[in-house]
């Protein structure tokens, strides 16, 4: 089985643009999550959200997401240094949810109102597979291209399902990631199922009260690990182990055991032929509503044993950032093995007495650590968790 | 590696609806074309609750995929995974969420039309109907989603990730989407709407547990030609199509028939057959293209790799090919039931 | 409002925001029990109660306070009414 190597990354951000503003914001505990300025929330319990700043470039024709995309996955394959042959050959496998739907909405309420916006946006920029067509096109990849849409777990599952093509043989190196920018749609559903906390979001605190929605998006290039040693190229961590289940339990509840999370984190391991104690950091999934910290927490004890890692939730800065949140916290993991810094969990004031791990309150850690997962636990039970090696 | 078969098929399409017998008997038969499922197609396949709480979309799935769990005669839950290709997803609930909020306020958003609002939610409602408990994929794409899912769902198989996969495509027809794909200029074509799946097992999970083998896909392989985004492309070199014969150890002149996505979009289709032309040349195998009786939608890959794996009369292995605006391209090569122990 | 006017615009959500049929809806009574896993009951699960709170918020003016435990008067339709008549009055 071949293995996998990291050799590019791509962000787009509430920080702004780019893995340097990102690294600096998650490291310092920095909190991104404010009032909302791109759409109407009148009426809504919660208004804010961590917002990508102005400043992404790329043409106003393209959608936000499409802007998001271009400028994440330009900067992860430029960090690659791949050239216009391996570009051609490489596999595309993008993580997206909404879409273009930002612009799609606004077109549909203005003619809801009876005025004439100025462009209709089409079907096909509105789709998620819209990204990858963009990206294709733009950036001259022609190997094998999908568009994963698997909800919050949307961007973890696209580095997997990467991972696979690399391993399988497949393709020499992939690009794969998550991109989502805010959307009505999102917003107000959030709000309506009482989900999303009207302050930011305080993961794995006793008294968290509901999730933050974000935006971004963000790209790894993947490559078989002797291919890369042999090219010369900078190799951030290696991808050891991968592990993709569903609850079947129910379309908004998870599994109360957390059955299908634990799967996933086993699997990981597993197939990485790790023993749990190998691991010293999870990102977790961590979006603050009272059962998935809970669900999740007692989940990683099952898997690694209470207090045998740090846990820390980057959603606490960035929020829940949709399709990209696999991806950006795929990201967040890998920067944590380079740097040997773990990020942390802002606005934790109290830790819930029941999580049994230290979750990094407020200020980074500073910590040496051989692997991290990455956990993504999407809503409905579809669960992703990432391994990642130290280079 | 493993060899991957396909043991169980289930349509709900407009003209058929059913496991392999009526597929075989569709195929056997001639029509006019039927694009839209009969309300009545649905019944005894989904229970009071899920029709009272699953769209219109989610029903066509979860429909589907329990005829081709019958078909394959394997019960729920049996450590399957699910992979469903769509290119629309649930647009009605979309509009009907967004149209809630916009008639009344906050108090207008509907809690059960969200989850529907992201395009997974096939996959959710028919994961729990059928206890599909390892992975549970869904994929976007244009034109050629059904296809595409067959193929990732092989490798999955193949490389022992997973044992069982339910894997093919659904999609809707409805009015408000067609209105917005004329106004926004995508080309015309035939669209329908349906659901398939085929079940494919690894072969010795199949043998050891006494499957009924409808065929074998013995390769498949997925890449991008170079076009504009939504554009055709000019080059019709595909790498796809040689990969797929590749690992199916079948050259171009082996291949019986082929099963194309045409649809009526006419620079679409006749791309299609200039890559089939470069592929395959000097041969010109018989096609059949699905949509002329069906309409395009995400259902038709389950249909074809179904139909060309109980094709007893074709003189060799079938490709199964997907080409979608924008290059997206999607070969498979299956072998009909009577040639898979056949080693090669 | 009387209970029974409330059973009636409760009915009504039924039908037009959780998708019941109308002769199932016109069938229920006040001792109709509402939960999934309660023997005999209707059946709803956790998002149902969701829409049934948000519809119950809209048509009655009242707000519901998400961090309080409010299951006990989800359990039959009387329970409910008597929740929502108490809601409105204190209103």
Same mark, same amino acid.
């Given at each position: 089985m071949r293995r996998i190597a990291v050799t590019g990354l791509g962000v787009v951000s509430p920080f702004g643009v780019g893995t340097k503003a990102y690294w600096n914001g998650l490291s310092a505990g920095v909190c991104a999550i404010r009032p909302v300025t791109l759409i109407e929330t009148e009426g809504f319990r919660c208004r804010i959200a961590a917002e990508v700043p102005?400043?992404?470039?790329?043409?106003?024709?393209?959608?936000?997401?499409?802007?998001?995309?271009?400028?994440?996955?330009?900067?992860?394959?430029?960090?690659?240094?791949?050239s216009r042959v391996e570009r051609a050959e490489a596999a595309l496998v993008v993580g997206a949810v909404g879409g273009g739907m930002l612009e799609a909405e606004a077109w549909y309420w203005e003619r809801y109102r009876g005025s004439r916006p100025p462009s209709r946006p089409t079907p096909r920029s509105t789709l998620p597979f819209a990204h990858a067509e963009a990206l294709g096109n733009a950036l001259g990849l022609e190997g094998p291209r999908e568009t994963v849409v698997m909800a919050c777990s949307s961007g973890a599952a696209s580095v997997a399902l990467a991972a696979d093509l690399v391993a399988d043989g497949v393709v020499a190196t992939a690009l794969a990631g998550g991109v989502d920018a805010l959307t009505r749609i999102c917003f107000m559903g959030f709000n309506a199922l009482k989900l999303l906390c009207p302050e930011p979001c305080r993961p794995f605190d006793r008294d968290r009260r509901g999730l933050s929605i974000g935006e971004g998006a963000a790209f790894v290039?993947?490559?078989?690990?002797?291919?890369?040693?042999?090219?010369?190229?900078? &190799? /951030?961590?290696?991808?050891?182990?991968?592990?993709?289940?569903?609850?079947?339990?129910?379309?908004?509840?998870?599994?109360?055991?957390?059955?299908?999370?634990?799967?996933?984190?086993?699997?990981?391991?597993?197939?990485?032929?790790?023993?749990?104690?190998?691991?010293? /950091?999870?990102?977790?999934h961590g979006t603050a509503t009272p059962q998935n910290?809970? &669900? !999740? #927490?007692?989940? &990683?004890? !099952?898997?690694?044993?209470?207090?045998?890692?740090?846990v820390s939730s980057t959603k606490s800065m960035i929020g829940h950032t949709m399709a990209a949140a696999g991806a950006l916290e795929a990201v967040a993991t890998v920067l944590a093995l380079v740097h040997e810094v773990v990020p942390p969990t802002a606005n934790l004031e109290t830790p819930d007495p029941d999580v049994a791990f230290d979750c990094v309150?407020?200020?980074?850690?500073? #910590?040496?650590?051989? /692997?991290?997962i990455s956990n993504s636990f999407g809503f409905g039970g579809q669960n992703v968790t990432l391994l990642f090696g130290r280079a | 590696?493993?060899?991957?078969?396909?043991?169980?098929?289930?349509?709900?399409?407009?003209?058929?609806?059913?496991?392999? *017998?009526?597929?075989?008997?569709?195929?056997? %038969?001639?029509?006019?074309?039927?694009?839209?499922?009969? %309300?009545?197609?649905?019944?005894?396949?989904?229970? *009071?609750t899920e029709a009272r709480r699953l769209s219109r979309i989610c029903q066509l799935s979860v429909a589907a995929a329990r005829i081709a769990l019958a078909d394959a005669g394997l019960g729920p839950g049996a450590g399957l995974g699910l992979v469903i290709g769509a290119e629309f997803g649930d647009v009605r609930s979309t509009i009907a969420f967004v149209d809630g909020y916009l008639r009344r306020g906050p108090g207008g958003l509907s809690a059960l039309l969200f989850p529907n609002t992201v395009m997974n939610t096939m =996959? =959710?409602?028919?994961?729990?109907?059928?206890?599909?408990?390892?992975? %549970?994929?869904?994929?976007?794409?244009?034109?050629?989603?059904? *296809?595409?899912?067959?193929?990732?769902?092989? =490798?999955?198989?193949?490389?022992?990730?997973?044992?069982?996969v339910l894997a093919?495509?659904?999609?809707?027809?409805?009015?408000?989407?067609?209105?917005?794909?004329?106004?926004?200029?995508?080309?015309?074509?035939?669209?329908g709407e349906g659901a398939g799946f085929v079940l494919l097992e690894s072969l010795d999970v199949a043998e050891a547990r006494g499957a009924r083998v409808l065929g074998e896909i013995a390769g498949a392989s997925w890449r991008a030609i170079r076009a504009r985004p939504y554009g055709v492309g000019r080059d019709a070199a595909s790498r796809a199509i040689a990969a797929a014969l590749d690992e199916a150890g079948a050259t171009s002149g082996d291949v019986g028939r082929v099963w194309v996505s045409a649809s009526g979009d006419g620079p679409r289709d006749r791309w299609e057959q200039a890559i089939l032309t470069e592929a395959l040349r000097p041969a010109r195998p018989p096609q059949t293209a699905l949509a002329s009786r069906t309409g395009r939608h995400a259902g038709l890959g389950a249909l074809a790799v179904a139909a060309a794996a109980l094709d007893d009369a074709s003189g060799g292995p079938a490709l199964v090919h997907a080409v979608a605006r924008g290059g997206t391209h999607v070969a498979l090569v299956v072998r009909n039931r009577g040639r898979h122990t056949h080693d090669v | 409002m009387d209970p029974k006017e409330v059973l009636d615009e409760l009915r009504t959500i039924?039908?037009?925001?959780?998708?019941?049929?109308?002769?199932?809806?016109?069938?229920?009574?006040?001792?109709?029990?509402?939960?999934?896993?309660?023997?005999?009951?209707?059946?709803?699960?956790?998002?149902?109660?969701?829409?049934?709170?948000?519809?119950?918020?809209?048509?009655?003016?009242?707000v519901m306070d998400e961090s309080q435990d409010l299951t006990r008067h989800f359990l039959s339709f009387d329970t409910l009414a008597r929740f929502i008549t108490a809601r409105t009055e204190a209103a």
């Open positions: 102005n400043g992404i470039g790329g043409s106003l024709r393209r959608s936000r997401a499409d802007r998001f995309a271009l400028a994440a996955a330009r900067e992860a394959l430029e960090d690659a240094g791949l290039v993947l490559e078989d690990l002797e291919r890369a040693r042999a090219r010369g190229a900078r &190799i /951030y961590a290696t991808l050891a182990g991968h592990g993709m289940t569903t609850d079947a339990y129910h379309v908004t509840a998870p599994h109360p055991d957390g059955e299908g999370m634990v799967r996933a984190m086993a699997t990981a391991l597993e197939r990485a032929r790790l023993a749990p104690k190998a691991v010293g /950091y999870a990102n977790a910290d809970r &669900i !999740e #927490a007692r989940a &990683i004890r !099952e898997v690694f044993g209470p207090g045998q890692l740090l309150p407020r200020v980074a850690r500073e #910590a040496p650590v051989e /692997y991290a | 590696m493993a060899r991957v078969v396909v043991t169980g098929v289930g349509v709900v399409t407009g003209p058929v609806t059913g496991g392999r *017998e009526h597929v075989r008997a569709f195929l056997a %038969s001639s029509g006019a074309p039927v694009v839209s499922v009969r %309300s009545s197609a649905l019944d005894g396949l989904v229970d *009071e =996959a =959710a409602a028919t994961a729990i109907a059928v206890t599909a408990r390892e992975l %549970s994929l869904t994929l976007n794409a244009p034109t050629v989603a059904g *296809e595409l899912a067959i193929a990732r769902a092989t =490798a999955a198989v193949r490389a022992g990730r997973t044992d069982a093919g495509g659904v999609d809707e027809f409805d009015s408000i989407l067609a209105e917005l794909l004329a106004d926004g200029g995508a080309p015309s074509e035939t669209r | 039924l039908v037009t925001r959780l998708k019941f049929d109308q002769r199932r809806a016109a069938d229920m009574t006040l001792e109709t029990t509402l939960p999934k896993g309660v023997e005999g009951s209707i059946g709803l699960d956790s998002l149902d109660f969701i829409e049934l709170s948000i519809a119950i918020e809209e048509r009655f003016g009242i």
